[in-house]
């Protein structure tokens, strides 16, 4: 990525490239007599490129666009057991966050220090700190509603698992302090219409589990 030239029969152009989400965006600047003026022209063009891409990832910042993946879960945070010879197996939460034209940012939080739902709230802050995000906004929120599904016997699962799944709900609202039924005397925040939209999609699937065990009990 960034200015090259190119060659097309006795022409020459710099063709300058930017890659924007998946996507590859390509420019061209014409060659002509005064080669330092289109070369300045092809870095003009280039920074225009960087700036309108930053400003892009900073509205989808924003609106909490790439924060979490289909499945609910957090981008770049995963939970993984580890083992060493002479030492008690432990878990942490391995976070990895790449920013465009930014080397990987690697951190660790230790469940055995912290516990699970402390270590997961730790974890959730240090990536809202590398991507710049702010404590409380909605990206923040949408990632913290992921929390059920990183607990060991998490509460999504272990509610489908049980009698009473329909205790789900309540269960959430309790662990992660939020309203999900728009009550007249709200538990906590109120969900915005993306948090509200996957909230809809965990109930789908649970009701979709529901189903499959009732087939599966006979």
């Known amino acids: 990525m960034g200015i090259t030239v190119l060659k097309d029969g006795s022409r020459e ?4 490239t930017k890659a924007w989400d998946g996507k590859e965006i390509q420019k061209y600047v014409r060659i002509g007599k005064d080669r330092k ?24 910042a924003l609106r909490g666009e ?10 770049g945070l995963q ?27 690697h951190k660790t939080v230790s469940v055995g220090a912290h516990g699970i739902e402390k270590a997961f709230d730790i974890a959730i802050e240090r990536i809202c700190d590398i991507r710049n995000i702010e404590v409380g906004s909605d990206p ?4 913290m509603m992921a929390k059920p599904l990183y607990m060991p016997n998490d509460l999504i699962g272990s509610s489908l698992l049980s009698d009473e799944p329909e ?20 538990s906590g925040p109120r969900l915005s219409d993306d948090e509200k939209e996957l909230y809809d999609s965990l109930m789908e699937e649970r009701e979709s589990f529901k189903e499959s065990r009732e087939v599966i009990k006979g």
């Open 79 to 105: 939970i993984q057991s580890r083992s060493r010879a002479g030492r008690k197996d432990w878990q942490e939460f391995k976070i990895r966050i790449k920013l465009p034209d930014k080397p990987a940012k």
């Open 13 to 16: 152009y710099y063709r300058i």
């Open 37 to 60: 003026r289109a070369e300045r022209e092809a870095k003009a063009l280039q920074e225009s490129l960087d700036q309108r891409y930053k400003a892009h990832l900073e509205l989808k």
């Open 140 to 143: 923040y929120k949408k990632m």
């Open 66 to 75: 790439g924060v979490v993946h289909d499945d609910g879960r957090v981008v």
């Open 167 to 186: 205790e789900l709900p309540s269960e959430i609202e309790k662990n992660l302090q939020i309203d999900l039924r728009d009550s007249p005397s709200p």
